[in-house]
């Protein structure tokens, strides 16, 4: 399980199926404690018209026996930069992709989308129901001044 980013000169992979996560042994197993992710400054491209589409990633996990390691995720998610999908199969796919690799005790993720055509869409997905016990802070984004 030695990362292969870490330490090293990396490139920013073409797109995200090419993208590989490293992660490295939990170092507090066997206790419930929560680890956040974010990445305020998120971009994919529109499938339809190809324009870039912005978000906001908020994404917490419970770790099981393993963490993932925080540049070879942000290469992941820098290899979205010309990835075509909406928001929904970012998001959710970010989400099912740590999940299936890392095998944390619980995972989930907000991706708050800035508008375009006037819409900001929200897209959350959990992997099932937190652990007993487990502190969940709220997934707080400052709201989009045309909300209301």
């Not at 990362?3 to 990396?10: A, E, M, V």
């Not at 529109?46 to 912005?54: A, K, S, W, Y």
């Not at 994404?59 to 099981?64: E, I, N, R, V």
């Not at 970010?94 to 055509?117: D, N, Q, S, V």
Request: glycine share 10%; net charge neutral; with cysteine.
């Amino acid at each position: 399980m030695t990362p292969i980013h870490l330490g090293q000169t990396s490139t920013l992979p073409a797109s995200p199926a090419e993208a590989v996560l490293d992660y490295v042994p939990n170092p507090r197993p066997g206790k419930p404690y929560l680890v956040r992710l974010t990445s305020p400054e998120f971009t994919s491209l529109c499938p339809v018209t190809g324009q870039p589409d912005f978000a906001h990633l908020v994404l917490d996990y419970a770790p099981g026996d393993t963490i993932v390691e925080s540049k070879s995720f942000k290469l992941f998610l820098g290899a979205f930069r010309n990835h075509a999908a909406f928001h929904e199969d970012c998001t959710v796919g970010i989400g099912e992709r740590l999940f299936a690799e890392m095998k944390p005790l619980w995972l989930r993720i907000g991706g708050y989308w800035y508008p375009r055509g006037g819409i900001p869409i929200d897209v959350f997905w959990q992997s099932g129901a937190p652990p007993a016990g487990l502190w969940l802070p709220p997934q707080d984004v400052p709201t989009y001044r045309g909300r209301g």
